[in-house]
């Protein structure tokens, strides 16, 4: 089993930056693809960003290329979402995801922390 927490969401006007992090216990990391999805009310969950096992690979929505950017660290077994150019459209639920395969299979994330609340004001 794997435990994560992510810390780092909050209010912030739109324009400015946000990092997430994704704190993992139970076991490590380094085997599993990681995701951050988000979910804003009245929608459906949306992959954001994932990484691949060894950190090389990487995933990023259209609404987000460019602005976002996603980064691992194993000594920490810890995964960041660095969120710059913040817009009201942001505003939503993020939730780090682990225990896929391959860093694009949705299906595939097994595990899912208790989510942080982002808020984007205009």
């Known amino acids: 089993q794997v435990q994560l927490v992510e810390s780092g969401g909050g209010l912030v006007q739109a324009g400015g930056s946000l990092r997430l992090s994704c704190a993992a216990s139970?076991?490590?990391?380094?085997?599993?693809?990681m995701g951050w999805f988000r979910q804003a009310p009245g929608k459906e969950r949306e992959l954001v960003a994932a990484?691949?096992?060894?950190?090389?690979?990487?995933y990023y929505a259209d609404s987000v290329k460019g602005r976002f950017t996603i980064s691992r660290d194993g000594a920490k077994n810890t995964v960041y979402l660095q969120m710059n150019s913040l817009k009201p459209e942001d505003t939503a639920v993020y939730y780090c995801?682990?225990?896929?395969?391959?860093?694009?299979?949705?299906?595939?994330?097994?595990?899912r922390g208790q989510g942080t609340q982002v808020t984007v004001s205009s």
């Open positions: 995801n682990a225990g896929a395969t391959y860093y694009t299979d949705i299906s595939g994330y097994r595990y």
């Open positions: 139970g076991r490590t990391l380094s085997s599993y693809a």
């Open positions: 990484i691949s096992q060894n950190g090389v690979s990487t």
